[in-house]
């Protein structure tokens, strides 16, 4: 079990002290796929790059913790973390083209990380074997192949490979399928669903875009500027969304547009993502929300129970789309 | 039919056949041998490489060996040469073609071991800078700014003084004048290499800094290192020449370009090419380094292709 708890984050800028994640909790089953959406700068990637400890150098973990088992990682030391990375926990990056060391082959790179964490036997073996596991033709041929004769949906399948190569506990896939087109993108989509099936692993699948949770996640966290907006089972929250927020996420999906007829505009969320210098008082959104009132600009809300899901908002929708 | 189907085999997306991409060398080489400038550069090198490796065979005499009654003759080309000394000899009576053939030997052994003295340390001490960053950065940076500002000849005076007048020494007193390019390059490229994602994606996977900083980070700051090392070497013999000449490197009787030349400068009007061929030689050398250095620059650097 994967469990981040009150987590806050904050980094140091030539403006000051940004608070980029602020009292964050989650938990992830093994075989479960959590969906974390938001906009850039929500701080989804920033929440990953803790959970693996990579956080850039001017970043602080200010309080909180990040459960893996009964293993807390934040308090872990450095060597703990590297038998950790590649091993119990493992990530892909969004852009899988600069993911891969440009002067190696991918067999080599492919056996250099089963190495680094003692496999034994036969690595090119075992290679081609995780190169057939996640489609690719000829393994035996593309072991030698540089980076750059691959595409980019096939540096990504590598990237799969890698990363599951010494049978993670965690995945996380940070913008996975972002930066290939969209045929692509749903073979990607597809072969991570199948490993996590194959190796029940959970997978903390990070995107803007909440079409693709609706089709991955078991669960869904919605992120706007450092906290959870709302968290629930992906039955609740798309078809019952109870956070403002959410729903307008949802709203502004050209695919549940295309129902309403497609004369009209698609309708986006106005306004912009907060300075995260000069929060807000009160509702992170409250500027945004057409629901906002006196309360909204005054108070933070909590996160609470609201059907089956957890809300932070004082005036969550019912599921017909009105008030409480 | 047949046509139809090799088309619609050819649309399968993303599990494309390998595309047949030159391989690495194969792109270099047709950059390369197209720059006529390097590829003369090649020559020269390989030329005067050939030369010193083969010294003790194609020389015809022994570079040390005086020839009592042959002093200063002229070469070949000129009134009152002798055909067993094609180049003359100088004013000991040594044959001076062995004396160059040997000199080639001793100034390609001299740039070889300048380059890979300043450019292991240099390298090294770039790449601990750039990657490690901080004060041993700061304290890196600040020692090769004071070597950088010190004419390179006269720190190269000061270490060979200290240490003592030999070649050893000239060559390790030249290598330290050579150190700083080496580390502002290695440094600069580690600084561009180190934030790229296949590094942060290689510490995701579990690797650690010493796998970071030679697997990772090293072999993709190479190119242009390489480059300085070939004009490392001419930078190394031109410099250990000019130690020769002062007196301060090669000692006599050892063939070696600058010392031959600043044994043969007062017969500079009666003996021209007692000074003139040493000192080609030396131009050739460098020119030819120069020319393959710019050459591997060019071939290897993608924004100057085309």
Redesign the interface.
């Known amino acids: 079990m994967l469990k981040v708890e009150n987590l806050n984050v904050s980094f140091e800028t030539r403006r000051g002290i940004v608070n980029v994640i602020e009292n964050l909790n989650f938990t992830v089953e093994p075989g479960r796929t959590l969906g974390i959406v938001g906009e850039s700068g929500s701080g989804k990637s920033v929440t990953s790059l803790a959970i693996m400890g990579l956080l850039p150098p001017n970043a602080r973990v200010t309080s909180g913790r990040i459960l893996l088992g009964d293993k807390d990682l934040l308090r872990a030391s450095e060597s703990e973390m590297q038998e950790i990375r590649g091993g119990r926990l493992a990530m892909i990056f969004q852009d899988p083209m600069t993911s891969l060391n440009p002067s190696f082959t991918v067999g080599f790179q492919l056996e250099e990380a089963m190495r680094v964490h003692g496999v034994k036997g036969n690595l090119r073996e075992r290679a081609i074997e995780m190169l057939k596991l996640v489609g690719i033709p000829d393994p035996a041929l593309r072991l030698s192949s540089y980076p750059h004769q691959l595409s980019g949906g096939m540096s990504q399948r590598v990237m799969i490979a890698m990363a599951i190569a010494c049978s993670p506990e965690f995945l996380i896939a940070d913008e996975p399928t972002t930066a290939l087109d969209v045929t692509i993108q749903a073979q990607i989509l597809a072969l991570l669903k199948k490993v996590q099936k194959e190796r029940n692993m959970g997978l903390i699948l990070i995107t803007h875009d909440i079409g693709v949770v609706a089709q991955m996640a078991d669960d869904i966290l919605v992120m706007y500027a450092g906290h959870a907006m709302e968290m629930g089972p992906k039955e609740e929250v798309i078809h019952r969304p109870r956070h403002p927020y959410t729903k307008a996420l949802l709203a502004s999906l050209p695919a549940s547009h295309a129902q309403s007829g497609f004369r009209t505009r698609l309708p986006t969320i106005s306004g912009l993502v907060p300075d995260l210098l000069n929060r807000p008082t009160g509702c992170q959104l409250h500027p945004r929300c057409e629901y906002a009132n006196e309360n909204c600009k005054a108070q933070m809300p909590s996160i609470h129970h609201v059907g089956g899901s957890l809300v932070k908002c004082h005036r969550p929708l019912e599921p017909a789309g009105g008030h409480a | 039919m047949n046509t139809s189907s090799a088309v619609s085999s050819n649309i399968t ?7 047949a ?1 030159p391989s ?1 060398f194969g792109e270099f080489w047709y950059f390369f041998s197209r720059n006529r400038g390097a590829v003369i550069g090649l020559a020269i090198v390989v030329t005067f490489t050939l030369i010193g490796l083969a010294a003790p065979w194609i020389a015809p005499y022994d570079p040390s060996l005086i020839h009592d009654n042959a002093l200063v003759l002229p070469p070949f080309w000129s009134e009152g040469s002798h055909p067993n000394f094609w180049l003359g000899t100088d004013d000991v009576g040594r044959d001076l073609l062995s004396r160059l053939i040997y000199g080639a030997r001793v100034s390609m052994i001299v740039g070889f071991m300048v380059v890979v003295v300043s450019l292991s340390i240099g390298t090294l001490l770039g790449l601990i800078a750039g990657y490690v960053g901080g004060w041993v950065d700061t304290i890196v940076m600040r020692a090769v700014d004071i070597l950088m500002s010190l004419p390179s000849i006269l720190l190269a005076i000061v270490v060979v003084t200290v240490l003592g007048q030999n070649l050893m020494n000239a060559i390790l007193a030249v290598s330290v004048t050579v150190i700083p390019g080496f580390v502002r390059l290695v440094r600069a490229q580690v600084m561009v290499e180190k934030n ?3 590094v ?9 800094s010493l ?1 970071q900083i030679f ?2 980070i090293l ?2 700051c190479m190119a242009p290192v390489i480059v300085q090392g070939t004009l490392g070497f001419s930078d190394g013999i031109l410099n250990v020449a000019a130690l020769g000449f002062l007196g301060l490197g090669a000692q006599p009787p050892t063939a070696e370009w600058g010392t031959m030349l600043s044994d043969a400068r007062s017969f500079i009007e009666s003996a021209p090419w007692l000074v003139t061929l040493p000192g080609l030689c030396i131009l050739i050398l460098v020119l030819g380094f120069n020319l393959l250095g710019d050459g591997l620059r060019d071939a290897l650097d993608p924004r100057l292709k085309k």
């Open positions: 997306t993303d599990n494309e056949a390998p595309i991409t690495a790229k994602q296949y942060v994606a290689s510490r995701s996977f579990g690797a650690g796998r697997i990772n072999p993709n």
